[in-house]
């Protein structure tokens, strides 16, 4: 991904599975679906806000609203 952003794409993603060797636990698993994305000209600040809206969006249309549990412990996605 990193070579066609070089090659002068400037935003790219993919979903893809993944599998990691040897390893599973309560965070875990060995096998997991990826969401990975560049943007050219971002810096990580502008990653991180598009990332929250990302997740404050997959929230919102899923009837989750503004606040989600996780863990027994409630999350607020309210910006910042």
Sequence with gaps: MKRLLAAGYERIFQICRCWRAGERGALHLPEFTLLEWY????DYVDLMEECEALVQSVAAHTGRGEEISFRGQQILLSSP
């Excluded at 943007?39 to 971002?42: F, L, Q, V």
């Design 39 to 42: 943007r050219a000209k971002s």
